[in-house]
DNA sequence: CGAATGACCAAGC
DNA sequence: GGCTTGGCCATTC
């Protein structure tokens, strides 16, 4: 059930993917790991799976900078900026997002 | 509780 | 870079 709204990790997924700039993505090891792996890569997209429209999920690429949503993904990316290469994958090393606490 | 699945990652070949 | 195996956590039956 999407009853994990509130308290649960998931929250702690949306919180970070809300706070991915347009123009940048973040892999799922990322977030997993940011959240010291409370986690695993695998939960995360769960999180992203009942994750409301407040959270810009296409902004979330596999380490790989591949799009496993699909071409709803990459569109939506377009549209901010980041497009994919030639291979139809991510510049992550162009458009990796790097969280920061402070700063 | 047990088995299976998933928008995954890391390591080895 | 692609394929296979093991691990991780959450959800579902």
Known sequence: MVSSRGTGPF??????????????????????????????????????????????????????GRCSVGERQLARLAREGVHPRKNGCIDLDAHRHHPRSEG
């Not at 993917?17 to 010291?36: C, F, H, K, N, W």
């Not at 792996?37 to 979330?60: E, K, M, N, T, Y």
């Open 11 to 64: 929250a702690r997924v949306h919180h970070i993917v809300r706070s991915i700039p347009a123009g940048r993505v973040m892999t799922y090891g990322q977030i997993s790991e940011i959240l010291d792996r409370r986690i695993s890569a695998a939960a995360v997209g769960w999180a992203l799976r009942q994750c409301p429209d407040d959270v810009p999920w296409h902004r979330v690429v596999a380490s790989t």
